[in-house]
C-alpha cells in the first residue's frame, strides 16, 4: 500500500501538489497527467524517494519514506524513466547485470523464462537478443516492462505510458498485487486506472 497524507511538493519555486492525499492499495494503479512542465516526472522521482515532499507524510506499507529510508524502499520498485539510455551493448547484456544484482540473484530466471514473458508483450524471443540500439523507446520499455514481470517487485513507476498493450499487461501483474504508477501521454487510457492526479488541476 502506498499512501499521501497532505504532502506538497515544488520545483523552481512552483507549487507541484499541495496537501494531496490518496492511498493507492496493493494490485491498484494509478495515472498522473498534466500538460508539459507541471511537474508529473518530478512527483514521480519524489514517490521515489529521489525529491523531498515539504510538508505531509508519504508512507509504504505503513511505514514512512524519507532521506534515510528511501534507499530500502527503491529496492522495491521498478523504475522507467521517459528517456531511455542504457550504457550496454546487448539486451542480454542489461539483463544479465539486472539479474546479478544482490536482491534479484535468488530469483532463479531462466531464458525460458524470459521469452514467455517477452511473449506476453507481444515480442518476440530475438528481441533481447539483439543490440540495444536497434530497439526504439516503446520497445525498449516493452523489454523493461517484462523485466519487471519477472522480478516481482511490489512497485513499478512509469514515466510516458503511451501503449495500450502496456496497460493490458499491468493489469496482471495486478493480480499478483503489484501495483503501478504511470505518467500518462495519451489521456485515452485514463479509463484504466483505478486512481487518477490531475496536475492541471490538481483533482483527485
Known amino acids: 500500500m502506498l499512501e499521501f497524507k497532505n504532502v506538497s511538493l515544488s520545483r ?5 501538489v499541495d496537501n494531496l492525499s490518496l492511498k493507492l492499495e496493493d494490485g491498484e494503479n494509478l495515472c498522473i497527467t498534466g500538460q ?12 521515489q524517494g529521489l525529491l523531498p515532499f515539504e510538508k505531509g507524510y508519504y508512507t509504504i506499507e ?19 524513466p521517459q528517456c531511455l539510455e542504457l550504457p550496454y551493448e546487448k539486451v542480454t547484456d542489461w539483463m544479465d547485470v539486472m ?14 523464462l524470459i521469452a ?7 515480442l518476440e524471443e530475438t528481441v533481447w537478443k ?45 493480480h499478483v498485487g503489484i501495483s503501478a504508477v504511470a505518467v500518462l501521454g495519451d489521456d485515452s487510457l485514463i479509463k484504466f486506472f483505478d486512481k487518477h492526479i490531475s496536475l492541471d488541476k490538481e483533482k483527485i
Not at 12 to 16: L, R
Not at 99 to 112: A, D, P, Q, T, W
Not at 116 to 122: A, M, N, P, T, V
Request: net charge positive; glycine share 8%; hydrophobic share 40%.
Open 62 to 80: 505503513g511505514e514512512w519514506v524519507n532521506r534515510d529510508s528511501a534507499a530500502y524502499f527503491r529496492q522495491r520498485m521498478c523504475y522507467l
Open 116 to 122: 514467455s514473458e517477452l511473449q506476453k508483450l507481444g
Open 130 to 174: 539483439g543490440p540495444l540500439k536497434a530497439l526504439d523507446k516503446t520497445t525498449l520499455q516493452l523489454v523493461m516492462l517484462a523485466m519487471e514481470g519477472l522480478l516481482r517487485k511490489p512497485f513499478v513507476f512509469l514515466d510516458d505510458l503511451q501503449v495500450g498493450l502496456e496497460v493490458e499487461y499491468l493489469r496482471q501483474l495486478n
Open 36 to 47: 508539459s512542465g507541471t511537474g508529473k516526472t518530478s512527483l514521480l522521482l519524489a514517490m
Open 12 to 16: 523552481a519555486e512552483k507549487v507541484i
Open 99 to 112: 539479474l546479478g544484482l544482490k536482491v534479484n540473484r535468488h530469483k532463479g530466471i531462466s531464458k525460458e
